[in-house]
């Protein structure tokens, strides 16, 4: 493929993404929650499929190696989706606790001594959200359990089960439930929106993407071991 048709593929996963979260609302809206939620996992299964192929796009001399498993796999796509969340979780707490406090003291012009203490501060702060995390109560845990079991879910708003000497019906699912999925979906779906509404054409995104790219590249060759050509 060249770059065009992976961007292509990547706006077309998307847009059904957003098409089959809008379904769901309209159920929503009819109360049919069952069907409704088993479409926003697979709206978020649509949205890592874009995901993954822009990763393409952004390395296109390397070959993915689960492409075709997101493309096709849909248990894999949802582990997919659960380690990515997990991810960037983790990325935006750093940048609210160590990063951006760093930025701010340094435009403040604080001393080095009280620069270096804010660093420690923000690093003892994310030592403290890491044990936080742990307890199934947390934010974080709750969400990571929901990706975990999304593709039960999924089949469950389908399909009748028997399970346990029970049958279960899809119209068991109920309101609750719904609204988890839904916070959960649309909050991913958001994520992988602020590249959808890129132009990955225009000449400063494709600088911005090379820059990327090059960071990438050299923080691989400082930090990780040789990688052959595929990621």
Do not use: C
């Not at 990325?91 to 804010?118: C, H, R, S, W």
């Amino acid at each position: 493929m060249d770059e065009n048709t992976y961007i292509k593929g990547f706006r077309l996963s998307f847009e059904n993404a957003k098409r089959l979260f809008k379904a769901a609302e309209i159920l929503e809206a009819q109360k049919e929650l069952a069907i409704a939620n088993s479409l926003l996992v697979l709206s978020a299964e649509e949205a890592i499929k874009a995901f993954t192929v822009l990763t393409q796009h952004v390395f296109p001399e390397r070959i993915l190696d689960d492409l075709n498993k997101t493309l096709e796999d849909h248990k894999h796509k949802l582990e997919t989706i659960r380690s990515l969340v997990a991810l960037l979780q983790v990325m935006q707490k750093m940048a609210d606790l160590i990063y951006f406090p760093a930025l701010e003291n340094v435009l403040a012009e604080k001393t080095k001594e009280e620069i270096e203490q804010g660093k420690w501060d923000g690093v003892h702060a994310m030592k403290k959200w890491f044990t936080e995390i742990g307890d199934n109560k947390s934010d974080f845990s709750k969400e990571n359990e929901w990706w975990k079991h999304a593709k039960t879910a999924k089949e469950s708003g389908f399909y009748v089960g028997f399970n346990k000497e029970k049958w279960a019906s899809p119209s068991s699912i109920k309101k609750p439930t719904y609204m988890k999925s839904k916070k959960y979906v649309g909050s991913f779906l958001a994520q992988v929106e602020t590249f959808y509404n890129l132009d990955l054409n225009e000449e400063n995104v494709v600088e911005l993407m090379t820059e990327l790219k090059d960071n990438f590249k050299k923080f691989e060759e400082k930090n990780l071991k040789p990688v052959s050509n595929k990621i």
